[in-house]
T-cell receptor
Framework: NAGVTQTPKFRVLKTGQSMTLLCAQD?????MYWYRQDPGMGLRLIHY???????AKGEVPDGYNVSRLKKQNFLLGLESAAPSQTSVYFC?????????????FGPGTRLTVT | GESVGLHLPTLSVQEGDNSIINCAYS??????FIWYKQESGKGPQFIID?????DKRQGQRVTVLLNKTVKHLSLQIAATQPGDSAVYFC???????????FGIGTKLQVIP
């Protein structure tokens, strides 16, 4: 059971370039999330999904797009990277049965935009 | 806006002592509160949660206390060990599970 995995682990982009971050979970969780973590600001929700084929905006969605074509995968896309998107990105999943609010996090992707 | 915050950004404790990490929140409508531990270079890891209708919950070496009167949450770690060194942050869930707000974190340093 790998839990939540993220690829890549590190990436450097130039301003204007695009990329996709992949998140995969093998726990059959319905809910998946993308967060960014910046120094002194904690985790901020970018987008989330409550099931296959559904996505919704979080707190800071601008400049990002997501897709959840398969239940186990949640993709985060940057169409035109900007230096302000330099951050550590975390994916998380949750079963959210109504009793267990725990989110399971991946190891993170460190992205630098120059 | 309403947010989750922490009183102390850094906490240093002697190995074997008890640690207390505090969190203030301002939204009385929160349904759940969660404590996470994040070690350097890793993703956050769930420690313990507490429903808004409870005031105390215990886990293995950890206890979370919730004081709704003053909107305060604390995490107590008994017999702190070097492996407890990490950033701890609280999170609150408001109005459905999608709305999770995280605090900025407290760094716990354990002195051997």
């Amino acid at each position: 059971n790998a839990g939540v995995t993220q690829t890549p682990k590190f990436r450097v982009l130039k301003t204007g370039q695009s990329m996709t971050l992949l998140c995969a979970q093998d726990m059959n969780h319905e809910y998946m999330y993308w967060y960014r973590q910046d120094p002194g600001m904690g985790l901020r929700l970018i987008h989330y999904s409550v099931g296959e084929g559904t996505t919704a905006k979080g707190e800071v969605p601008d400049g990002y797009n997501v897709s959840r074509l398969k239940k186990q995968n949640f993709l985060l896309g940057l169409e035109s990277a900007a230096p302000s998107q330099t951050s550590v990105y975390f994916c998380a999943s949750s079963p959210w049965t109504g009793e267990n609010p725990e989110q399971y996090f991946g190891p993170g992707t460190r992205l630098t935009v120059t | 806006g309403e947010s989750v915050g922490l009183h102390l950004p850094t906490l240093s404790v002697q190995e074997g002592d008890n640690s207390i990490i505090n969190c203030a929140y301002s939204n009385s409508a929160s349904d759940y509160f969660i404590w996470y531990k994040q070690e350097s270079g890793k993703g956050p890891q769930f420690i313990i949660d507490i429903r808004s209708n409870m005031d105390k919950r215990q886990g293995q070496r950890v206890t979370v206390l919730l004081n709704k009167t003053v909107k305060h949450l604390s995490l107590q770690i008994a017999a702190t060990q070097p492996g407890d060194s990490a950033v701890y942050f609280c999170a609150e869930i408001v109005g459905g599970y999608q709305k999770v707000t995280f605090g900025i974190g407290t760094k716990l340093q354990v002195i051997p």
